[in-house]
Nanobody, 112 residues
Protein backbone atom coordinates (compact mmCIF):
# COMPACT_ATOMS: atom_id res chain seq x y z
CA UNK A 1 0.00 0.00 0.00
CA UNK A 2 1.65 3.20 -1.09
CA UNK A 3 1.52 6.43 -3.06
CA UNK A 4 4.38 7.80 -5.15
CA UNK A 5 4.66 11.44 -6.17
CA UNK A 6 6.45 12.67 -9.27
CA UNK A 7 6.66 15.68 -11.54
CA UNK A 8 8.51 18.14 -9.35
CA UNK A 9 11.39 20.24 -10.57
CA UNK A 10 12.86 23.69 -11.01
CA UNK A 11 10.71 26.30 -12.70
CA UNK A 12 10.79 30.05 -13.07
CA UNK A 13 8.20 32.22 -11.37
CA UNK A 14 5.09 32.40 -13.50
CA UNK A 15 5.66 28.94 -14.88
CA UNK A 16 3.72 25.71 -14.53
CA UNK A 17 4.22 22.16 -13.32
CA UNK A 18 1.97 19.15 -13.06
CA UNK A 19 2.49 16.77 -10.18
CA UNK A 20 1.29 13.19 -10.25
CA UNK A 21 0.62 10.76 -7.44
CA UNK A 22 0.32 7.10 -8.36
CA UNK A 23 -1.47 4.92 -5.83
CA UNK A 24 -1.35 1.17 -5.40
CA UNK A 25 -2.39 -1.52 -2.97
CA UNK A 26 -5.77 -0.09 -2.03
CA UNK A 27 -9.13 0.75 -3.62
CA UNK A 28 -8.13 4.18 -4.87
CA UNK A 29 -11.57 4.97 -6.29
CA UNK A 30 -13.11 4.78 -2.81
CA UNK A 31 -10.89 7.38 -1.17
CA UNK A 32 -10.66 11.14 -1.07
CA UNK A 33 -7.12 12.32 -1.73
CA UNK A 34 -5.15 15.41 -0.81
CA UNK A 35 -1.97 17.31 -1.53
CA UNK A 36 0.13 18.93 1.19
CA UNK A 37 3.39 20.80 1.03
CA UNK A 38 6.23 21.63 3.37
CA UNK A 39 8.58 24.51 2.81
CA UNK A 40 12.01 24.69 4.47
CA UNK A 41 11.68 25.60 8.14
CA UNK A 42 7.88 25.51 8.04
CA UNK A 43 5.20 23.07 9.05
CA UNK A 44 3.47 20.90 6.52
CA UNK A 45 0.38 22.63 5.16
CA UNK A 46 -2.69 21.46 3.30
CA UNK A 47 -2.93 22.50 -0.35
CA UNK A 48 -5.92 20.80 -1.96
CA UNK A 49 -8.31 17.86 -1.70
CA UNK A 50 -10.56 15.95 -4.04
CA UNK A 51 -13.41 13.54 -3.34
CA UNK A 52 -13.22 9.92 -4.40
CA UNK A 53 -15.36 10.56 -7.48
CA UNK A 54 -13.95 13.98 -8.23
CA UNK A 55 -17.33 15.56 -7.56
CA UNK A 56 -15.84 18.18 -5.27
CA UNK A 57 -12.50 19.86 -4.80
CA UNK A 58 -11.16 22.17 -2.09
CA UNK A 59 -8.20 24.54 -2.11
CA UNK A 60 -6.15 26.53 0.33
CA UNK A 61 -6.61 30.25 -0.18
CA UNK A 62 -2.93 30.59 -1.07
CA UNK A 63 -3.34 28.44 -4.21
CA UNK A 64 -6.97 29.03 -5.17
CA UNK A 65 -7.28 30.06 -8.79
CA UNK A 66 -3.75 28.88 -9.63
CA UNK A 67 -3.74 25.18 -8.74
CA UNK A 68 -6.12 22.47 -9.92
CA UNK A 69 -6.46 19.05 -8.35
CA UNK A 70 -7.88 16.21 -10.44
CA UNK A 71 -7.86 12.45 -10.57
CA UNK A 72 -8.12 9.53 -12.95
CA UNK A 73 -9.54 6.54 -11.14
CA UNK A 74 -8.81 4.27 -14.09
CA UNK A 75 -5.13 5.06 -13.62
CA UNK A 76 -5.17 5.23 -9.80
CA UNK A 77 -3.59 8.65 -10.06
CA UNK A 78 -4.26 12.07 -8.61
CA UNK A 79 -2.78 15.20 -10.16
CA UNK A 80 -1.94 18.73 -9.11
CA UNK A 81 -1.71 21.23 -11.95
CA UNK A 82 0.18 24.27 -10.72
CA UNK A 83 0.08 27.47 -12.77
CA UNK A 84 1.39 30.98 -12.15
CA UNK A 85 3.91 29.58 -9.71
CA UNK A 86 5.41 31.89 -7.13
CA UNK A 87 8.64 31.74 -5.19
CA UNK A 88 6.64 31.00 -2.06
CA UNK A 89 5.28 27.82 -3.66
CA UNK A 90 8.73 26.29 -3.24
CA UNK A 91 8.29 23.19 -1.08
CA UNK A 92 8.24 19.43 -1.00
CA UNK A 93 4.80 18.35 -2.16
CA UNK A 94 3.16 15.27 -0.69
CA UNK A 95 0.20 13.19 -1.69
CA UNK A 96 -1.87 11.59 1.05
CA UNK A 97 -4.83 9.39 1.69
CA UNK A 98 -6.60 10.63 4.78
CA UNK A 99 -3.43 12.02 6.32
CA UNK A 100 -2.37 8.50 7.14
CA UNK A 101 -0.75 7.15 3.99
CA UNK A 102 1.97 9.47 2.69
CA UNK A 103 4.35 9.40 -0.20
CA UNK A 104 8.01 10.40 -0.14
CA UNK A 105 7.29 13.77 -1.67
CA UNK A 106 8.49 15.61 -4.75
CA UNK A 107 10.51 18.81 -4.65
CA UNK A 108 9.17 21.92 -6.36
CA UNK A 109 11.56 24.85 -6.60
CA UNK A 110 10.41 28.17 -8.03
CA UNK A 111 13.11 30.64 -8.94
CA UNK A 112 12.29 34.32 -8.67
Amino acid sequence: VHVVESGGGLVQAGGSLRLSCAASGFAFRLHDMSWYRQAPGKEREWVASISNTGSWTRYADSVKGRFTISRDNAKNTVYLQMNSLKFEDTAVYYCTRAGILWGQGTQVTVSS
